[in-house]
């Protein structure tokens, strides 16, 4: 079943350009983008005032940076929270709510005993889902399937960057259902998303081996920092996660912003940092901040492995390494810089000799609360 390659993991991080082209076919109708699944709940989009997602782990984080295009796109607030903790405080959702939840089980106890009290409290509930006929869509109102196909690897990585396509996807029909986008704008940005399958292999064909041979210098790294700002920063929390669950090696990730108000304390000679450096032709003044962070740390010692756009010599003269993505709209980011830190995260832990597929103390599916 892994084919050639040496770990479910390996073939599922190469698959993941197919799992966003197969997220987005027949989603796609004359420039605009309509979901199928969706049909006839257009008065509930046209009515719902907020948005809650919730999810665990690696879903959560890609409804973090759903939220980016959804507020943007379709104009409806959006929060994000983890299912175990929005499960037993009592939350505030009532039918003016939907409720997204994000799975690429679809069997995640803690998650849908969230999606179960939503629904009680009488919020609107939809599903992305991995798994066709899995608990989580079942229990659910709506469901938009990621078609990323099986991932068998205890870490989540194709299924990441179909979750983020997704939402994206939900994003652009809610858009135009609510007359919140026009009709250039939402072309524009149909051909962002579907050119993202060839710039995701441009990464692998053009950076992997790179990374390998980095992660295998630094197999005897102890910690290691990850930041990013705005829709890189959930892409920070998931560099930290994957290099915690595969190679447990101590990793955090941070805000850029937070920086200064603590974590810059962390920063010893020799301390790996991996930088998420966001567009510079997208808002000037946040490239130009994270340039800032990268030379403060740089100044402190910090190792800094930036992933940047092609072509941002602003990074040069502090990075001590430089791992590209192909320039894409700033929202569409993440789908690319997520990509070197999956690469990353593996390299290290088969550096380290470990078991990628099935890292110690962890399940595919975790079915208990
Ligand atoms: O199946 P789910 O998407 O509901 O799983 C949620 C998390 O358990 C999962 O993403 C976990 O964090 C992964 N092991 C991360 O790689």
Known sequence: EKGGWSSFMAKEVSEEPEAVANTIRGRVHEGRVVIPELDGLDDLFADISRIVILGAGTAAYAGLVGKYAIEQW??????VELAHEF???????????LVISISQSGETMDTLMAVKEAARLGARTLSICNTQGATIPRESDAIVYTHAGPEVAVASTKAFVAQITALYLFALHVARVR???GADDQAAQIEELSALPDKIRWVLDNEQERIEQLAHWMADTRSVLFLGRHVGYPIALEGALKLKELSYIHAEGFA???LKHGPIALIEPGQPVFVVVPSPRGAQVLHSKVVSNIEEIRARGARVIAIAEAGDAAV???ADEV???????PLFEPILAVVPLHVFAMGLAEAKGLDVDQPRNLAKSVTVE
């Open 87 to 97: 499960r037993y405080r009592d939350p505030l959702v009532g039918p003016d709510t």
């Open 316 to 318: 040069l003269p502090s």
């Open 179 to 181: 007359g919140t986008m």
């Open 323 to 329: 791992l590209r993505i192909p320039l894409a709209a």
């Open 74 to 79: 379709a104009r409806i607030p959006v929060e």
């Open 256 to 258: 850029a912003g937070e």
